[in-house]
């Protein structure tokens, strides 16, 4: 079975580029949670999905940052304009229903320039 | 407060040697998950291990074991006889009933030397 899918693995952009982050959940979860990684702060969760609507977007740092999921096997983050340190990796993970554990995908490294 | 501590940020031990990744959590709820992750080298993020807070029986999986400790709210992890490839960060994490939002500690980086 597939995992999660996340793509690009890895981008490289410029300081006010627009970054579109992608992801594919595990067939049949109907939790899709972002998260970013860094050495700083860790892992941080910056919003989740249940059936497609978002229900906690407290993480997102700012409004350059945004979050989609127009159907259940699909989910984007966006970034607009980027900043250098927006670099991290950033995962995506599903879960099939509340409390049970998640499944990350490989992960995007994301860096500024 | 919500949260989970792992107080030891790096671990270094010789092969075969047994280690314990402590991890203590704070939690206001009386039902919530804690979870065991592993990150390696390559980056991806691994499920170990899931245990609900009504069930505090211990959990062996192979050379893993957990220990659950309501009491002193401590989830601690133990590899056995470490290998080489066990080198890798492992997260210790929370979430609660009916709230999917999970709250990561900080990792603990274990390097096991051959």
């Known amino acids: 079975d597939a995992g999660v899918i996340q793509s690009p693995r890895h981008e490289v952009t410029e300081m006010g580029q627009e970054v579109t982050l992608r992801c594919k959940p595990i067939?049949?979860?109907?939790?899709l949670f972002w998260y970013r990684q860094t050495m700083m702060r860790g892992l941080e969760l910056l919003i989740y999905?249940?059936?497609?609507?978002?229900?906690?977007d407290s993480g997102m740092p700012e409004d350059r940052f945004s979050a989609k999921m127009p159907n259940a096997s699909f989910s984007t983050l966006k970034i607009q304009p980027s900043e250098p340190r927006d670099s991290a990796v950033y995962f995506c993970?599903?879960?099939?229903?509340?409390?049970?554990?998640?499944?990350f995908g490989p992960g995007t490294r994301l860096t500024v320039l | 407060a919500q949260k989970v501590t792992q107080a030891q940020t790096e671990i270094s031990v010789v092969e075969k040697e047994d280690v314990t990744l402590d991890c203590v959590y704070e939690?206001?709820?009386?039902?919530?998950?804690l979870f065991w992750y592993k990150q390696p080298p390559s980056g991806e993020l691994v499920f170990l291990i899931r245990?609900?807070?009504?069930?505090?029986q211990n959990e062996i999986s192979g050379r893993y074991s957990w220990n659950f400790q309501k009491s002193t709210s401590s989830f601690n992890f133990t590899i056995t006889a470490s290998q080489v490839v066990d080198s890798a960060v492992y997260f210790c994490?929370?979430?609660?009933?009916?709230?999917?939002?999970?709250?990561f500690g900080a990792g603990t980086r274990l390097t096991v030397k051959p």
């Open positions: 993970a599903s879960s099939p229903r509340q409390g049970n554990e998640q499944f």
């Open positions: 067939s049949g979860h109907n939790s």
């Open positions: 999905f249940n059936n497609n609507v978002p229900i906690d």
């Open positions: 939690t206001r709820d009386t039902t919530y998950y």
């Open positions: 245990r609900n807070s009504f069930d505090e």
């Open positions: 994490a929370l979430s609660w009933y009916n709230n999917n939002d999970m709250r």
